[in-house]
């Protein structure tokens, strides 16, 4: 079982509609989970971290964590071309005191003008 | 963030002969990783380059294959040794600025071409 799933997509939503990302992961004992973005070509730029139940919200991104699912998601509000990325989840298992980030496969957004 | 600069930002090399890419940050870090992505794949985690001692390698990573250099908590190099063209990937390096929030941030990469 892979550490941190993801669908990769692609992942179709109009241009103002609400794009639903989600992730899974497998160590109950991760404590801290992030959002990229990777424009094709371009490294991943960090645009959300939750480290608490609950809803984390940033302008149009909202970040929602549920460890007892060990589910995290990131919803983006009215979806522009612009946000035409691959997102990538990413989780601090602290496995033997590893401080790196375990990513999933990402996956791809696309806003449909 | 820091800004974190990575040389060469792309390559293409010869089968066998090596490269050395280099990371420079801007501020100094505690933290310091490399990733590998190769062509249509997430991030794997290569090695935590750790100042003034050995690097620590992930699972399937060796020292010999991608030693790493990390002289002070600002510069670090990672070498791609008797290249193969499995090893075209695109190489980033990672820094944690902020202590205890686990947050990386990332240079702008080294795209390595083998032929």
């Known amino acids: 079982q892979k550490e941190v799933e993801q669908n990769s997509g692609p992942l179709s939503v109009p241009e103002g509609a609400i794009a639903s990302l989600n992730c899974t992961y497998s160590?109950?004992?991760?404590?801290?989970f992030f959002w990229y973005r990777q424009y094709s070509g371009k490294s991943p730029e960090l645009i959300m971290s939750?480290?608490?139940?609950g809803d984390k919200e940033d302008g149009r991104f909202t970040a929602q964590l549920n460890k007892a699912s060990q589910y995290v998601s990131l919803l983006i509000r009215d979806s522009q071309p612009s946000d035409s990325a691959t997102y990538l989840c990413a989780v601090n298992t602290l496995d033997t005191g590893r401080r790196a980030l375990t990513f999933g496969s990402g996956t791809r957004l696309q806003v449909q003008p | 963030s820091a800004v974190i600069s990575q040389k060469p930002s792309r390559d293409i090399c010869q089968r066998g002969t090596s490269l050395t890419i280099q990371c420079q940050v801007d501020?100094?870090?505690?933290?310091m990783f490399w990733y590998r992505q190769q062509p249509g794949q997430s991030l794997t985690l290569i090695a935590t380059a750790n100042q003034g001692s050995e690097a620590t390698y992930e699972s399937g990573f060796v020292i010999d294959k991608f030693p790493i250099s990390r002289p002070n908590l600002t510069f670090s190099t990672l070498t791609v040794s008797n290249m193969s063209p499995e090893d075209s990937s695109i190489y980033l390096c990672?820094?944690?600025?902020?202590?205890?929030?686990?947050?990386?941030?990332f240079g702008e990469g080294s795209r390595l071409t083998v032929l």
């Open positions: 501020s100094q870090v505690t933290m």
């Open positions: 990672s820094v944690v600025t902020v202590p205890n929030t686990g947050e990386l941030f």
């Open positions: 160590d109950r004992g991760s404590q801290s």
């Open positions: 939750i480290y608490s139940n």
